[in-house]
């Protein structure tokens, strides 16, 4: 089975610009997570998909951050512009519910210059 | 404000000995319990849950709630120098119905 993919691993870009990180869950999984983490910090949800619906984006800084989850598959998250403070990884993770355990992707580590 | 403490460590434990992890959660009614591990540069691997009260056996790893205390702990036994890691210790509110509160994590090192 394969696991959750991101793409790309790695980004560096200059501050004011946009950048997109993408998402593809484990096959059959109805709820998906994005996570930033901080070096020597524990990931922090932004954003919990159930299917379609966002139905978690309580941590989404939304004045620069957006979402999104097509047809209930994969996901997009993107940040417009990019600030200095957003350099850090941001995880995706899926699982299925009734069940809580969480599925972590590689990761996408961003660097903002 | 959910909050989730972990000794970030560095925690030494010599190889074939017993790690102790620990880890205070301050959410009453949490339900659900993860240790995740982390090696550096990648991303966190589930190698536990437990739901609970009492002590879940998997392998060399046993982790252990006790929901009175707020405390969840994780034990590897027979220590490796494979399980030098960051160990994250993670908590869910709604069973799964809500996103993981992670700690810091505690960087553990196995000397050899």
């Known amino acids: 089975e394969a696991g959750v993919v991101q793409s790309p691993r790695y980004k560096i870009i200059e501050k004011k610009q946009p950048v997109a990180f993408w998402c593809n869950p484990i096959?059959?999984?109805?709820?998906l997570y994005w996570y930033l983490q901080n070096l020597g910090q524990g990931p922090e949800l932004l954003i919990r998909y159930e299917n379609e619906e966002a139905v978690d984006d309580s941590q989404l800084p939304k004045d620069r951050f957006s979402a999104e989850r097509l047809k209930g598959v994969d996901s997009t998250l993107k940040i417009q512009p990019a600030e200095l403070g957003d350099s850090a990884v941001y995880l995706c993770?899926?699982?299925?519910?009734?069940?809580?355990?969480?599925?972590f992707g590689p990761g996408t580590r961003l660097t903002v210059l | 404000q959910k909050e989730v403490e972990q000794n970030s460590g560095p925690l030494s434990v010599p190889e074939g000995a017993i790690a102790s992890l620990n880890c205070t959660y301050s959410d009453r009614v949490s339900q659900s319990f993860f240790w995740y591990r982390q090696y550096s540069g990648k991303s966190p691997e589930l190698i536990m849950s437990?739901?609970?009260?009492g002590d879940k056996e998997d392998g060399r790893f046993t982790a252990q709630l006790n929901k009175a205390s707020q405390y969840v702990s994780l034990l590897i036994r027979d220590s490796q120098p494979s399980d030098s890691a960051t160990y994250l210790c993670?908590?869910?509110?709604?069973?799964?119905?809500?996103?993981?509160?992670f700690g810091k994590g505690t960087h553990l090192i196995i000397q050899p």
């Open positions: 993770a899926s699982s299925l519910l009734p069940t809580d355990t969480q599925y």
């Open positions: 993670a908590v869910s509110t709604r069973g799964g119905a809500d996103g993981l509160t």
């Open positions: 437990i739901y609970s009260n």
């Open positions: 096959s059959g999984h109805n709820t």
